[in-house]
C-alpha cells in the first residue's frame, strides 16, 4: 500500500466515523426529545387530574358549606342573620357550582388573565389567602396536637360541693394516686 492509498483510506474511515457519529447524535436526540415530550406529556396528565380533583373536592366542600349556612340559618334567631346567611350560602353554592362547572385550564387562565390587569388587587387577594390558610393549620394543628382540647382535666371537688384548691400537703409527700403529691382542700 502506497502512502497515498493509506492517506485515502484513512480520510475515508474518518468521514464514515464522522457520519456514523452524527447520525447516531441525531439518533439519540430524536429519542431525547421523545422520551422528555412523553414524559412531559404524562406529568402534565397526572397534574391536570390531581388538580381536577383537588377542585372536585374544594366544590364539594363548597357545597357542605352551603348546606351548613342554610341550616344555621334555618336556626337563626334573627331575620338579618337569617337573611345574611341564605346570601353567604347562596355565593357559596354558586361559586362551588362554577369551580366543578370550568376545566382547570380555565381557572388557571382566568387567574392569569386578572393578575395581568389587576396585579395589586391579585397580590392582595394571595395575601390574603395565604393567611386565611396559615390560621387555619395552625388551629387544625392545635386542635389534634393538643392533649387538653380532647381530653379536659376533671376539676376536684370538695365535699361540700365547691371547687377544691389543691394544696401540696408536705414537700416530703411523693405519693399519691398515680404518683401525684397528696392534696388537701380549703
Request: charge should be neutral.
Amino acid at each position: 500500500m502506497t502512502r497515498e492509498t493509506l492517506k485515502q483510506t484513512v480520510k475515508d474511515a474518518a468521514r464514515t466515523t464522522r457520519a456514523a457519529g452524527a447520525d447516531a447524535l441525531k439518533a439519540a436526540k430524536d429519542e431525547a426529545t421523545k422520551t422528555a415530550s412523553s414524559a412531559a406529556k404524562t406529568l402534565r396528565a397526572e397534574a391536570v387530574e390531581r388538580a381536577e380533583h383537588g377542585k372536585a373536592q374544594l366544590s364539594n366542600q363548597g357545597m357542605r358549606l352551603n348546606d351548613a349556612l342554610l341550616h344555621r340559618a334555618d336556626n337563626a334567631d334573627y331575620e338579618i342573620e337569617r337573611r345574611v346567611l341564605n346570601v353567604v350560602a347562596g355565593s357559596v353554592a354558586e361559586l362551588s357550582e362554577d369551580l366543578r362547572s370550568r376545566s382547570v385550564s380555565s381557572i388557571i387562565d382566568e387567574t392569569e388573565r386578572f393578575a395581568r390587569t389587576h396585579p395589586g388587587a391579585f397580590v392582595a387577594g394571595a395575601a390574603i389567602a395565604g393567611f386565611a390558610l396559615a390560621r387555619f393549620a395552625r388551629a387544625s394543628g392545635r386542635q389534634y396536637n393538643n392533649p387538653a382540647t380532647e381530653y379536659p382535666v376533671p376539676v376536684p371537688v370538695s365535699t361540700s360541693g365547691e371547687p377544691a384548691v389543691p394544696v401540696v400537703s408536705g414537700a416530703q409527700n411523693s405519693g399519691g394516686q398515680y404518683g401525684a403529691p397528696e392534696t388537701e382542700t380549703r
